[in-house]
Structures are given as structure tokens and as C-alpha cells.
């Protein structure tokens, strides 16, 4: 058990790490392969498929087993890490992306449907914790080792992608000792037009958050088209899980309050906490000058405080059986996070930032990998997979939407802010491209962006204030020790 426990930690690690090395990275992805307009397409599309494959790999779970699903979304990974490393344009790059974000949704449903097979559910309290320290770790390691990379001669950016394979490589061959558990056989057979259904209104309420008002103009047609496309996608969606005999997100688990409030809370969680990991990395170099490497250091307090944070909730969880205290608390100071960082400004003091990032931290570290614990728990055995899958597609989902809205918001910020006849793609970079910019310009740039990341988290208040009501709602079932 604990060569398959450090092997799941592992490949939730790299799974996670994904995300947060990649913020780090972009002004100087930017800078070589396009402008900061398609930036935001580098952190969605991974984020993306992500989302999308997040529930058909948790439903296939529930079919097969979670080992040898988990060891081919390693697999799959692996494969789009590489594809990303070596790709030369930014058309490949974004390819690479969508691949590894796919395998990283494999990754993070898997990993708790394998654990959550091995082990009760008091128990798993435990082990939620330290999976929330490796999520944690990601997030340090992310930004630091990102920053690292990106500066250290003859790496470079690259091995933001190729820099995971051997540790996603080394997860497999421990995943691999599992023992493979197969369920009973299916209620029927595999859902193909509800995954379908699934993944065009999902991914298509993300592009049309990433793209309008970019690509093309809010009131247009393509808006339009895409729009009914996803209500359309949505509402056939719904009908179709009604009368399926196995259907990818059963409609009747959302029966139950404690599933359809985890994965509520969960993705407004998702969207606060993913624009804070996305956006504050490129608010210190971009704004505050700093280059990858300090970054990467500068966001420790908020990645130390989650992952001490998800450590304490989960022995805490193991030891009392109970859960419900983490999450309000975790949401309270979720939204206390928020409020601190709405008045951003070039020139704030460093000790308010690191406060606030703190508070944003223990936030998330006491809400995030409990909400995955509270929706297994809502459900039976032969649901585990399914119902932590779907937690966890609705923290993806909100970060991914909250990432191509927030996106949106700081483009038009910019537009808005700058010159007329100025690109932002043009003027955003690396912060030495910011610095050799006119003097007058660069503080332009500067307080345009600043003005349009505090508007960022100005919005996630009530999105955060929404998940604390929501979790507040949830009735509190005990966890036992055979369940």
C-alpha cells in the first residue's frame, strides 16, 4: 500500500503540476511564439480537456477499475508532455496542451477512485490530506520550478513540459502494484452520446468565454451560434442521462444534497483558486518586475499556507470523523482572500500581497480536497469513482471558465487602458520587453493590467461568498471507519 499510495501522490502531483508550472512560463512563451492575446489559450486548453475528460475517465472507473485506466491516462499525458516540449509554433503547442490536459483529467479522478477502493472512508480523511499536500506541492513547485526552468541556460520553457515525463514515468511503474479491483459488470453499455453531449457544452461554454470579445465581438453572430450551440448541448445533455442506462454523471446521484453541494462549492472554489494561481504569477513579473525565478519564490504564501492547510484538515478528518468545519472555514477565508486582493495596485506593499495570498491559501488547502472526500462519501461503493469525478470536473470546469472569463475581463481591461492604436499582444511580455518599452507607456501597461487583475478578483468575492453559503447547506454525515 504505500508504494501504491506514493505512486497516486505522485501522478497527482505531476497531473496538478501541469497547471501551475505553466503560469510562470507564459510572458516568456509569449515573447517566443505569439502574443499575450493567446496566453490565456496556453493555461485553457489543458484546462479544457481537463474538464471534459474528467468524468468520462471517473465513469470508466466505475466500469473497469481505476489502476489500468489510471496507467493509461499517465500514458496519455506522457504523450501530450512530449508533444509540448518539443512543439514550434503555437498551433502545436496548444495541441500538446489539450492532449496533456486530457490525461491530467484521467490523472485526478483516478487517483482518488484508486485510493477510495483500498481504503474506508474515514480513513481516506487521511489520505485526502496528503493528496491535498501533493496538489499543494505542485503549487509551490509550479511557480518556483517553472521560474527556475525558464531561466536557467540551456533549458528554458520547454522543460516546463518535458521536465515531467520521467516523474509521471516513475508514478506508473509504482501505480502498477495496485491490485486490480473489477467491478461488477454494467448496467448497460457504454454512454457514448452522453459523453458526447458532455464534452460539447462544456468545452464550448469555455471556448465561448476564451473567445468572445477577443476573436470576435460579444454582440456577433458567432456568439450567438456558439451559445445555442451549448444551451442546446446542455439541455439534450440532461434529457439523454434521464434515460440512460449507464449514463456518465448520473442524474440520480445529484438526488443527494451532499454530491450536488460538494460539487457546487467546488467549482466556484475552482474559479477563485485558478485565477489566483494563473494571474498573480504574471502580475509579479509583468507589474512588479520581478523575473520567473523570484515569481516562483513570491507565490510561497500561498502554496506553503494550502498545503500546510490540506495536511492538518485531513489528519484532523482521519482522526474525528468529522468535515464540515474545514470547508465554511475554508470558504470564509476563501472570500477574506478575495477582499484583500481586489484593491491591487502596482505599489502594494509586499507585506499586504504575501497576507493576502496567505489567507487565499489556508482557504483553499482546507476546502478543495475535502469537497472530493464529502461527494464520495454521498454516495455507495459502486459510485466512487463517478461521484469524486464529478467534484473534481466541477473544480476544473469553474477554474476553466473562471480562467477564460477572468481572461477576458483583463484583455478588455487592457484595451481599454491603452493607446488606441496599441496591441496588448504587442506590449506584454517578459519584464525586461515591459521595461525597454517608453517610460510613460510601461506605466500605462503597468496600471492597465493592475486595474484589470483587481477587477479579476473584485468578481471572484461573490463566487466565493456563494460557495460558503452553499457549503453551509450540506448536512454533516460522519465518516466512518468501514464504510
Given at each position: 500500500m504505500p508504494a501504491v499510495l506514493s505512486g497516486a501522490l505522485a501522478a497527482l502531483f505531476v497531473g496538478s503540476l501541469t497547471n501551475t508550472i505553466v503560469g510562470i512560463a507564459l510572458p516568456t512563451i509569449a515573447g517566443e511564439l505569439g502574443g499575450q492575446d493567446q496566453v490565456a489559450w496556453v493555461a485553457s486548453a489543458a484546462l479544457l480537456t481537463m474538464t471534459v475528460a474528467t468524468p468520462l475517465w471517473g465513469k470508466a472507473a466505475d466500469r473497469r477499475g481505476p489502476r489500468d485506466l489510471l496507467l493509461a491516462a499517465l500514458g496519455v499525458f506522457v504523450a501530450g508532455s512530449l508533444l509540448a516540449g518539443c512543439a514550434p509554433t503555437m498551433g502545436?503547442?496548444?495541441?500538446?496542451?489539450?492532449?496533456?490536459?486530457a490525461g491530467a483529467g484521467g490523472i485526478l479522478a483516478l487517483t482518488n477512485a484508486l485510493v477510495a477502493g483500498l481504503v474506508p472512508a474515514r480513513e481516506r480523511g487521511l489520505y485526502t490530506g496528503w493528496f491535498g499536500v501533493s496538489f499543494g506541492t505542485a503549487s509551490v513547485a509550479g511557480p518556483l520550478v517553472g521560474g527556475l526552468l525558464v531561466g536557467a541556460p540551456g533549458l528554458g520553457w520547454r522543460w516546463c513540459f518535458l521536465g515531467v515525463i520521467p516523474v509521471a514515468l516513475a508514478a506508473a511503474a509504482l501505480v502498477r502494484l495496485a491490485p486490480d479491483r473489477v467491478p461488477a459488470a454494467p448496467r448497460g453499455g457504454v454512454d457514448v452520446l452522453g459523453g458526447a453531449l458532455l464534452t460539447a457544452g462544456a468545452s464550448g461554454a469555455v471556448v465561448l468565454l476564451s473567445a468572445s470579445g477577443r476573436a470576435w465581438p460579444w454582440p456577433s453572430w458567432p456568439t450567438a451560434a456558439l451559445t445555442a450551440t451549448v444551451l442546446a448541448a446542455t439541455v439534450a445533455g440532461v434529457l439523454h442521462e434521464r434515460r440512460a442506462a449507464d449514463p456518465i454523471l448520473p442524474p440520480r446521484l445529484f438526488r443527494r444534497r451532499g454530491l450536488t453541494v460538494a460539487c457546487a462549492t467546488s467549482f466556484l472554489v475552482g474559479a477563485v483558486m485558478f485565477g489566483g494561481v494563473i494571474y498573480l504569477p504574471q502580475y509579479l513579473q509583468v507589474v512588479r518586475g520581478h523575473d520567473a525565478t523570484a515569481a516562483g519564490l513570491l507565490m510561497l504564501p500561498q502554496v506553503g499556507t494550502m498545503i500546510a492547510a490540506s495536511a492538518v484538515s485531513g489528519r484532523l478528518i482521519s482522526r474525528t470523523g468529522r468535515w464540515k468545519v474545514f470547508p465554511v472555514v475554508?470558504?470564509?477565508?476563501?472570500?477574506?482572500?478575495?477582499?484583500?486582493?481586489?484593491?491591487?495596485a502596482p505599489d502594494t506593499p509586499w507585506w499586504w500581497l504575501a497576507g493576502a495570498m496567505a489567507v487565499l491559501g489556508v482557504g483553499t488547502g482546507l476546502t478543495q480536497q475535502v469537497l472530493v472526500l464529502v461527494a464520495q462519501n454521498a454516495v455507495g461503493p459502486a459510485d466512487v469513482g463517478t461521484a469524486g469525478a464529478a467534484a473534481t470536473f466541477s473544480r476544473t470546469l469553474g477554474g476553466a471558465v473562471g480562467v477564460a472569463a477572468f481572461g477576458a475581463m483583463l484583455s478588455a481591461r487592457l484595451r481599454a487602458g491603452l493607446p488606441p492604436d496599441q496591441d496588448p499582444g504587442e506590449l506584454l511580455g517578459t519584464p525586461e520587453k515591459v521595461a525597454a518599452l517608453p517610460a510613460h507607456l510601461a506605466d500605462t501597461v503597468r496600471a492597465s493590467y493592475t486595474a484589470g487583475l483587481s477587477s479579476v478578483f473584485l468578481l471572484t468575492v461573490p463566487l466565493a461568498v456563494a460557495a460558503l453559503v452553499a457549503v453551509l447547506l450540506v448536512r454533516e454525515t460522519p465518516l466512518g471507519r468501514r464504510d
Open positions: 502545436l503547442l496548444l495541441a500538446g496542451r489539450a492532449v496533456q490536459g475554508g470558504c470564509a477565508l476563501v472570500t477574506a482572500g478575495a477582499v484583500l486582493l481586489s484593491p491591487l
